[in-house]
């Protein structure tokens, strides 16, 4: 396994962002971020005339000083671990993943949070990397900003390509079944629902929350950027479609999966994504949505929001590594 330190680097920008209105054509003095939240409660959700409430992005708040306990990390970059070798039984193909593990995870011996961050479409394993995911983990880790965490970013190759769903051979069976169970056999993982999360960029971001929405006791917080949600379900099956599910899931309203999509104003994946924030909402099931006034379906707009996008996953999790469990000790359960 060949190890890649990671030295890109890029400024790590978390932002303060007000929702103004939901009226689309009220005229505004500056292009504003559209951010709408859903609170389960007893009143109904607010109609199309009615004003929103501004709603800012919940930010993080550097650590200024370690704790007398830890030890100050003295390493600047994680390190990038290359499965090159992953032999799907499933998809019956080789479908390598890339782990990044935080500054210091060897002196530490703790165990982390999980991102699992799926490509888009035409991509394979590197695109998150070449967006600066990892420079801005490394970053927002060493200013504090961030928690620190493993990142698994893998290959969906030609099973992700193609919408098959269990009992057929099926990525999300790939996920749940081999990648999972490998990256917690191999590394030193806190394994449970509420420090592990799964995100996606387009269709890496359909995949995401098929699987969540599906199996909430395995991943308890979710993410799709631009994601591609189908609406035909000759391609998507209901059970499976994440805008039924949205509609349909038994699951979901108890489920406290921790959700967040976005995409820029030009983007076409916005229609669905509007569907499936209404429907969301409809049923009172807590999420964020986050519309950007500038970008597309591009990986301008992705590189652009990533610092985001680690502050949505990380936000509950400790940001010093005195705080994670042992990895000598089994990892706690929810």
């Given at each position: 396994m060949a190890q890649i330190k990671q030295r890109t680097f890029i400024p790590f920008l978390l932002f303060l962002v007000l929702l103004t209105g939901c009226d689309p054509m009220a005229a505004?003095?500056?292009?504003?971020?559209?951010?709408?939240?859903?609170?389960?409660?007893?009143?109904?959700?607010?109609?199309?005339?009615?004003?929103?409430?501004?709603?800012?992005?919940?930010?993080?708040?550097?650590?200024?000083?370690?704790?007398?306990?830890?030890?100050?990390?003295?390493?600047?970059?994680?390190?990038?671990?290359?499965?090159d070798q992953f032999l799907s039984s499933v998809a019956n193909e080789n479908l390598r993943y890339w782990v990044y593990t935080p500054p210091c995870y060897q002196k530490t011996q703790k165990r982390y949070p999980v991102l699992v961050a799926i490509h888009?479409?035409?991509?394979?394993?590197?695109?998150?990397?070449?967006?600066?995911?990892?420079?801005?983990a490394d970053e927002g880790f060493l200013s504090g900003v961030l928690p620190p965490m493993i990142i698994v970013m893998p290959y969906y190759g030609s099973i992700g390509n193609i919408s098959t769903f269990p009992p057929d051979p099926s990525y999300e069976t790939v996920v749940l079944d081999e990648l999972i169970p490998a990256v917690d056999r191999d590394f030193c993982t806190w394994s449970d629902r509420e420090h592990r999360a799964i995100g996606g960029i387009s269709r890496?971001?359909?995949?995401?929350?098929?699987?969540?929405?599906?199996?909430?006791?395995?991943?308890?917080?979710?993410?799709?950027?631009?994601?591609?949600?189908?609406?035909?379900?000759?391609?998507?099956?209901?059970?499976?479609?994440?805008?039924?599910?949205?509609?349909?899931?038994?699951?979901?309203?108890?489920?406290?999966?921790?959700?967040?999509?976005?995409?820029?104003?030009?983007?076409?994946?916005?229609?669905?994504?509007?569907?499936?924030?209404?429907?969301?909402?409809?049923?009172?099931?807590?999420?964020?949505?986050?519309?950007?006034?500038?970008?597309?379906?591009?990986?301008?707009?992705?590189?652009?929001?990533?610092?985001?996008?680690?502050?949505?996953?990380?936000?509950?999790w400790p940001r010093s590594a005195s705080e994670l469990p042992s990895c000598l000790d089994p990892s706690p359960s929810d």
């Open positions: 505004q003095p500056t292009p504003a971020v559209i951010i709408i939240t859903a609170v389960p409660s007893a009143t109904p959700p607010p109609t199309a005339t009615e004003a929103m409430t501004a709603t800012p992005i919940p930010t993080l708040t550097p650590i200024i000083t370690p704790s007398a306990t830890q030890p100050i990390c003295d390493e600047a970059n994680g390190q990038v671990i290359r499965m888009g479409a035409a991509a394979r394993e590197n695109q998150w990397s070449e967006l600066g995911l990892l420079a801005a890496g971001g359909m995949w995401a929350y098929i699987i969540a929405m599906r199996h909430p006791d395995v991943f308890g917080i979710v993410g799709g950027h631009s994601a591609y949600m189908p609406d035909n379900l000759f391609e998507v099956p209901s059970d499976f479609n994440p805008l039924e599910l949205a509609n349909n899931s038994t699951l979901l309203p108890d489920a406290r999966l921790r959700m967040y999509i976005d995409n820029g104003a030009e983007d076409p994946s916005g229609n669905n994504l509007q569907l499936f924030s209404s429907r969301l909402t409809g049923r009172g099931i807590n999420h964020t949505y986050v519309i950007n006034p500038r970008g597309g379906h591009d990986e301008a707009y992705w590189s652009s929001h990533v610092g985001e996008y680690l502050a949505f996953y990380g936000r509950n």
